[in-house]
């Protein structure tokens, strides 16, 4: 039997993969539009205070 | 001795310096989150006037919150007001965890410099002054780091957004 020759096969998947990669870009850039506009609802402390938080939950000796 | 390791402490720090009567902008990722950007640091960046008199009080708040200078090696050096005076870099540990103490940043953006750029924000009954989201995009689009481009297209989206909600 015939091997199938790459340069000629259908781009389909490569496609697929190229599509799926695109949402998933699209996909984070909402998530990120979404962090922002919650970001900006906060005062300035408050966005000080989820720093902290997130310092608090995630600091390693690794980060000091 | 290797110094303890501390997570940092922003409203400490901010206190120890206003307290102080540093003259100092907030830059980097501290700056960029009080401007509305939704990123994360482990340490407090300022970029200070190098006018001898506010290096000797920074100098004194540097001794109160026991800086040391991060050493590979793990060695306790201080931050000499001698030191401090001729700018440049000091990135540093201190009892309210990592804090980096610039002279200027950028291209040879100092602390005069930056007062235009920057919003005087309070910050629990404390006046700060915060280098503005449009100069950080400049200044991290100048200096072109890995990281920096990272963190670039979050920093233009919340401009664009604040502009659409402002």
Redesign the interface.
């Known amino acids: 039997m015939q091997k199938p020759d790459p340069e000629t096969e259908s781009d389909e998947p490569q496609e697929k993969t190229r599509g799926h990669l695109l949402s998933v870009e699209s996909q984070e850039a909402a998530h ?2 979404d ?6 609802t ?1 005062d ?2 408050e ?2 205070a ?3 938080d ?3 939950t ?2 390693t ?1 690794q ?2 | 001795m290797d110094e303890p390791r501390r997570p940092v402490r922003f409203r400490a720090l901010l206190d120890a310096l206003v307290d102080g009567g540093v003259d100092f902008v907030v830059v980097g990722g501290v700056a960029a989150v009080l401007e509305g950007a939704p990123i994360s640091t482990f340490d407090l960046d300022i970029v200070y006037s190098l006018d001898p008199d506010n290096v000797d009080r920074l100098g004194r708040v540097l001794r109160d919150l026991e800086a040391v200078y991060v050493d590979p090696a793990g060695r306790s050096i201080h931050p000499g007001v001698e030191h401090l005076g001729r700018g440049g870099h000091h990135l540093l540990r201190t009892r309210s965890g990592r804090l980096d103490v610039l002279g200027s940043i950028g291209a040879d953006q100092t602390f005069e410099v930056l007062l235009n750029r920057s919003h005087v924000r309070s910050i629990h009954g404390k006046t700060v002054r915060v280098l503005e989201l449009e100069a950080l995009i400049e200044i991290k689009e100048d200096v072109g780091r890995a990281k920096d481009k990272a963190v670039l297209a979050l920093l233009r989206e919340t401009l664009e957004q604040r502009e659409v909600t402002e």
Not at chain 1, 35 to 40: A, D, K, N, V
Request: aromatic share 12%; hydrophobic share 45%.
């Open positions: 990120d539009r962090l922002i506009r919650s970001s900006l906060l300035p402390e966005r000080l989820v720093l902290q997130f310092v608090d995630f600091w000796p980060h000091g």
